[in-house]
């Protein structure tokens, strides 16, 4: 039996060793958190209990759990914990009608493989198509069952492959219909509705509008076959856009336009809070544009358009910004190509320092980008993947620092065996292993700073200073490291 003193010794031993390893705990701790804030390199969003706007679902994309895409400042969010999501996407837009025909439906689940199977993790496609074949709105509010089970299974298969989607409610341009399908519809209900402004009466027109708020009600409201599941509760939809590249050059104030995005929006917004919303401009900047912004316009014409890219995306209900970059379409006759890859820098680099400025931080997403490699374009399909590569590295800029470049989708991805509708833009991934690389790379880079960037800034950005501020930027070289 050991004697008093040997045991006060032996305890009063305990004693230091526990406070020394409870020392070095808090030392390694201190040292985590301050390897998060000592650094000015990054800006990183982390969400508290207190700021988290949780939905009704489960959410953490690509962490097994799926809930709806939020945004926090100039980012995208998923999970509670605010996790940032910088994706890399695509666009498919025919996808619900080659839905439709059983002979081709396999098409859309192939498409959704090979995305999944490169990091993809966001593909917009067409949520209309009006009059005309396979048209889902045959006339105003009246749709073709079969054609709205089509885009549900668009719905279920990309939630299979954990791809989300933007979905597009209008056309501008007269593919599958378009605004001049709608005046059409109203030219045909009588003699007393106003047209004068042609096509461009889908922003103004009465009947017109009423026709469209319509269709967006049906279109939100509509329950997946498939999965059980209503459009406006579905994580798998990321985002509805009011319409493709709007435009109503009939007034080049842009007021007619601007008044329809504020009508538009709010209807949005009534039926569907949860989800985010997108103008789908290709972002020009207009007549309320500084003059020095209007000089980063392709050409002179892209500023009568009717559209502003700052003043289109201060509305209330537009969650994020959205762009178009298409140097090839918009740039003089003859542009080579450095030319046409400067301006996409450059195009990029503006629209993510407005979006961070003027708009007081919003996400901005460069929703459709590439450049032809058709007979005769300055591109071929060795070429292109330069083009690629300066736009994923504009974009890589801004994540590297927590901006808010969110994202760019490549105009377009193609399944094999549909190159009869190529436009000269189509990247077929199987066929084109260099593309494929360069977007593999570029979707790793992402993912591994969404996941490790947010577990890297937990332990720092929920510090607060003593005013009860988060620190303005956060060291996260664990990712900066990761995405070089």
Known sequence: MATYREETRRATL???????LLGAIAMAAAIAVLHVSSSEYWRCSHLTAADDDR????????????????????????GDGGRPFYMNGFNTYWLMVLAVDASTRGK?????????????????????????????????????EEVFKALDFVVSEARKHKIRLILPLSNNWDGYGGKAQYVRWAQAAGPNVNLTSGADAFFSDETVRGY??????????????YTGVAYRDDPTIMAWELMNEPRCASDPTGDTLQAWIREMAFHVKSIDPAHLLGVGTEGFY??????????????????????????????????FASVHVYPDNW????????????????????HIADAEGVLGGMPVLFAEFGVSTKAGAAFNATSRDAFIEAVYGAMLRSTRRGGGGAGALLWQVFPEGTEYMDDGYAVVLPRAPA?????????????????????SCRWGCNKRDAGGQRPPSMNCDICRDDIR
């Open 435 to 455: 593309t494929t690389g360069i977007m593999a790379a570029h979707s790793r880079r992402l993912q591994m700073f969404n996941s490790r960037c947010a577990w």
């Open 108 to 144: 859309v689940t192939e498409v959704f493989q090979q995305a999944a199977a490169v990091g993809l993790t966001v593909c917009r496609t067409w949520a209309f198509n009006d009059g005309g074949w396979r048209a889902l709105q045959k006339s105003p509010g009246v749709y073709d």
């Open 14 to 20: 305990l004693q230091c060793l526990s406070f020394f």
């Open 331 to 350: 740039l003089p006759a003859g542009a080579t190509q450095e030319a046409q890859v400067r301006f996409a820098t450059s195009w990029v680099e503006a």
């Open 212 to 225: 469209f708020k319509s269709h967006v009600r049906a279109m939100l409201m509509r329950v997946n076959t």
């Open 55 to 78: 939905s009704s679902s489960e959410v953490v994309d690509g962490g097994g759990e799926w809930g709806m895409v939020r945004t926090r400042g100039a980012q995208f969010v998923v």
């Open 286 to 319: 207009g007549p309320s544009s500084p003059t020095g912004r209007l000089r980063a316009n392709p050409n002179a014409e892209a500023a009568l358009v009717g559209t502003d890219f700052c003043r289109n995306h201060r509305v209330l209900g537009v969650d």
